[in-house]
């Protein structure tokens, strides 16, 4: 159908530093991500540009602030355009997104700032636990003890048992993410970790240990796109968006059909793959949702980059680190460059940005034309998949 | 209808309560809904008639939880697994087993109807759990 004309152009994009950022509010920290936005496009002057904002974030307990969209309108001074919040849990500015996408396909805003922000490290872990379990079932998940590194502790046990996938697999994912991560100077952890430091680090929800974990991170993320004919005007070196999937399933994960995979996942990469008419062996560098070592491994499997039950193989096999086939995570992914929830999708973006303009430094993979960011909401029950190309 | 207790969340846990593990059974489809909903999501009709559902199964996976949310701490760690009732249909649930290196994907495992014990206003709910069989 669109056969991989662009939906919309990214012709600016910033990202605050991810990391513990005391004394930040949240709305100081998607400031701080707008800023380098608005001067990496000088030609643009927001106030009289951008036409709406969207705003992906997922939890009001934290701060106990709520109405997001507003108030990051306020803090980058925007106010008086309408300003949309999105929550899908994790997923929320990946579906931020999409609704900015629809946006500017629609013709109702040429210019849209689209991003996403969460402030969690003030909390302790218990509070954190608490409330990022929210995006999962109430009455029956959450009642009977579920944990988010439960759920997907489940997932990783019941895909252990069927594809013989091991607990090693998933700490090469952790090793790899932190190597990547060494090479991110706004990453959270900077810094390597051996096979063994992963596999002895304390059980959070078996099989997932402390390294399978991605980090409680302040930070945010933010893009601005713009209809495709209008990218010109603003810049030299821009993203076209080339496709778009978004899907949902089953809030508990208990009804899914498979536990070994994310089937909104596979659909929205499905949409994506159709829209932008490529296929997934086409695609140079990725950005996944690794909020558990064991996602990663299965979202390998659901963009198709390998084979059902293959993602364990995969990894061994060096494919998705820097230099390999498809290298996954650039970023050091939600692992080591840090999780702040509703920042994530578009901060997926960010990266993937930085990859395909050639700004990506020490971390760049070489010519790198074709990209796909996988964000996903809860234990699944929302995905978003959005393939890029080089402006 | 009226007769009928409505097929809801709320309702499944005063079941519980009462030990009886009871689904909602659509009447035009014949879909079987555990937990009941109000609304059929295959075919839209809100008529159902109660069955109740055989409280044995086997376990489909499961997690032992170290980090628990605040409510929880002081049972961690714990079991928790998803289980494929007899019927089919599927519960999450806290698996109590004194031994861990018993648990094992596929494991018959029966379910312990728990009364509600709360004194908080919302919700007012039992647990339930699942032992070996």
């Known amino acids: 159908m669109l056969n991989g004309k662009p939906l919309a152009s990214i012709v600016s994009a910033g990202l605050s530093k991810f990391g513990k950022l005391e004394g930040l509010y949240a709305r100081e920290i998607f400031a701080d991500a707008a800023k380098e936005a608005f001067d990496r496009c000088p030609k643009m002057d927001p106030k009289n540009d951008i036409q709406a904002m969207y705003v ?17 309108a306020d803090w980058v001074g ?35 700032l689209v991003g996403g922000v969460e402030k969690m490290t003030h909390r302790s872990t218990p ?6 379990a929210m995006a999962s079932d109430f009455p029956f998940e959450q009642w009977n003890g579920m944990t988010f590194p439960g759920l997907y502790a489940l997932m990783a046990t019941a895909h252990m048992h069927q594809y013989g996938t091991t607990e090693n697999h998933l700490a090469m994912i952790s090793v790899k993410n932190h190597y990547h991560g060494s ?67 089953t809030i508990g994960l208990y009804e899914r059909k498979s536990l070994t995979s ?15 008419n490529i296929k997934p062996e086409q695609v140079d560098v990725a950005e996944v949702h690794d909020c558990f070592t064991i996602a990663e491994l299965i ?67 070489k010519d790198a034309e074709i990209s796909v960011t996988h964000n996903v909401g809860g234990s699944g029950a929302t995905a978003t998949v959005h393939v890029y190309r080089r402006g | 209808m009226s007769d009928k207790a409505p097929f809801t969340m709320e309702q499944f846990y005063k079941n519980i309560n009462q030990g009886k ?17 109000p609304l059929c999501d295959n075919c839209y009709c809100k008529d159902f008639e109660w069955i109740e559902v055989a409280s044995r199964g086997k376990l489909l996976t499961y997690t032992v939880i170290h980090i628990a949310p605040t409510q929880f701490q002081s049972m961690a760690p714990y079991v928790v697994g998803i289980v494929q009732l007899e019927n089919g249909s599927r519960l999450p649930g806290m698996i109590k087993c004194g031994d861990l290196a018993q648990i094992k994907i596929g494991m018959n495992l029966t379910m312990d109807f728990g009364t509600c014990q709360t004194t908080q206003t919302w919700p007012q709910w039992p647990r339930y759990n699942f032992k070996p069989a």
């Open chain 2, 21 to 37: 593990l009871m689904a909602g059974k659509c009447i035009k489809c014949g879909k079987i809904h555990l937990p009941p909903r």
């Open chain 1, 299 to 365: 979202a390998y499997e659901d963009l198709s980059f390998c084979g059902t039950g293959k993602g364990g193989v995969l990894v061994e096999q060096g494919e998705t680190k820097l230099g390999g086939r498809i290298p996954v995570n650039t970023s050091g992914g939600l692992k080591a460059k840090g999780h702040p929830v509703g920042a994530t999708g578009t901060g997926q973006a960010y990266e993937t940005y930085l990859q395909l303009t050639g700004q990506a430094g020490k971390r760049q993979v």
């Open chain 1, 78 to 112: 925007l106010e008086h355009i309408p300003a949309t919040r999105t929550e899908a849990a994790c997923a929320s500015s990946g579906v931020a997104l999409r609704t900015a996408i629809c946006a500017v396909r629609s013709g109702l805003s040429d210019v849209v």
């Open chain 1, 183 to 249: 090479l991110n100077p706004k990453a959270h952890m900077q810094k390597e970790i051996t096979l063994e430091t992963a596999l002895s680090s304390r059980v959070i929800a078996w099989p997932l240990k402390l390294y399978d974990c991605s980090l409680i991170t302040d930070g945010a993320s933010c893009l601005i796109l713009t209809k495709p004919e209008l990218a010109r005007k603003f810049t030299d070196t821009w993203v076209d968006i080339i496709g778009s999937g978004q899907a949902s399933d």
């Open chain 1, 262 to 276: 994310v089937a909104a996942a596979k659909i929205a990469a499905k949409q994506a793959y159709e829209m932008a």
């Open chain 1, 56 to 72: 992906g974030h997922m939890g009001e307990s934290y701060e106990h602030q709520g109405h997001t969209g507003a108030t990051m």
């Open chain 1, 127 to 132: 509070e954190v636990t608490e409330y990022l």
